[in-house]
């Protein structure tokens, strides 16, 4: 079954600071990755997402992320944060074939620093 | 205009009673879904539909019970109520095609309903 880790439990980083939020993911046959972003008592929003193609990807609000198959993994990034990315941030992963439903990380809290 | 929206926002009520979620979703889709998120934030599918069939049933207690009548709608309806209930409960819905598994859409989740259970 597909899985994903999200190792930190709270990413702190001061405003204008680079920010990277980590995910690595297990699938059966290729992963769809995705990233999604939830404020405070608001719903799940999509960030973006990695299907094929390069491996660097643009979302919304200046977000990128970066699919490393050799590594199993798709980092979250933004290259300067600022006080309204504070959020709870999540990966998800899912397989192109058997049971593919959707498969969410735990979480990462980022917190940005003015 | 809402793209996924769910009623009540806050349920508030007390152990044994039995009560319904709403949601809908204007967005066209054939797929929607129940989550689970617990106080720790741990998001956990429940169920899942296709064109108004179930295809997603996690190891969900039989006291929830979903209902879709139609493609737009899936509702929630939760038996005897127990504290462990409580939590915030998230509809969503993706374009998914037949089957429900062979996409790659994400999903577009709603506000959130938190239920507590006193």
């Known amino acids: 079954a597909q899985s994903v880790a999200q190792p930190e439990d709270q990413v702190n980083v001061a405003e204008g600071n680079p920010l990277t939020v980590k995910c690595t993911y297990s699938?059966?046959?290729?992963?769809?990755l995705f990233w999604y972003v939830q404020y405070p008592n608001r719903g799940l929003q999509f960030l973006l997402k990695?299907?094929?193609?390069?491996?660097l990807v643009k979302g919304s609000y200046g977000f990128e992320a970066e699919f490393n198959k050799s590594q199993t993994s798709f980092h979250l990034k933004k290259p300067s944060a600022l006080v309204s990315d504070s959020a709870l941030y999540f990966c998800?992963?899912?397989?192109?074939?058997?049971?593919?439903?959707?498969?969410f990380g735990k979480g990462n809290q980022v917190v940005v620093i003015p | 205009d809402t793209a996924v929206s769910q009623t009540p926002k806050y349920l508030v009520t007390q152990m044994g009673n039995d009560k319904s979620i709403k949601c809908e979703q204007n967005?066209?889709?054939?797929?929607m879904y129940w989550y689970k998120q617990d106080s720790k934030k741990f998001l956990k599918i429940m169920f899942s539909?296709?064109?108004?069939?179930?295809?997603i049933n996690e190891t969900v207690p039989n006291r929830f019970s979903p209902k879709s009548p139609d493609k737009a709608h899936l509702n929630l309806h939760i038996n005897s109520l127990e504290l462990g209930d409580s939590a915030v409960y998230f509809c969503?819905?993706?374009?998914?095609?037949?089957?429900?598994?062979?996409?790659?859409?994400?999903?577009?989740f709603g506000p959130g309903t938190r239920l507590t259970v006193l």
């Open positions: 969503a819905s993706s374009q998914e095609g037949a089957g429900g598994w062979s996409s790659y859409n994400e999903q577009f």
């Open positions: 699938v059966s046959g290729n992963p769809y």
């Open positions: 990695y299907i094929t193609g390069d491996n």
């Open positions: 998800a992963v899912r397989g192109s074939y058997g049971n593919n439903r959707l498969a």
């Open positions: 967005l066209g889709h054939d797929t």
């Open positions: 539909y296709n064109n108004k069939e179930l295809i």
